[in-house]
């Protein structure tokens, strides 16, 4: 996390109602980063799903949403429709 908040990626700031409380925020630089990451992360889950075939697929989708707790299905839901 030092590495993080010493390269400029977060900031770092006290809690408001306890002070000891140590509150990160992402900045600019840290949100290009993330936005870097994610799109190298989408690129191998999308290849790997081409190279996995249709069946392989959804039975990872199947196996993930039955790990999920049954009160995040909905929300899940939403998002598989769009």
């Given at each position: 996390m030092k590495k993080l908040v010493d390269?400029?990626?977060?900031v770092m700031k006290p809690g408001l109602d306890d002070?000891?409380?140590r509150q990160l925020f992402?900045?600019?630089?840290?949100?290009?980063?993330?936005d870097a990451l994610?799109?190298?992360?989408w690129e191998r889950i999308g290849?790997?799903?081409v190279q996995a075939g249709p069946?392989?697929?959804?039975g990872f989708m199947k196996v993930h949403?039955?790990?999920?707790?049954?009160?995040d299905t909905v929300w899940v839901e939403r998002l598989m429709e769009h």
């Open positions: 390269g400029g990626y977060l002070r000891r409380q992402i900045t600019a630089k840290g949100r290009k980063l993330v994610k799109a190298v992360q290849r790997a799903f069946s392989a697929v959804d949403a039955a790990l999920l707790d049954p009160k």
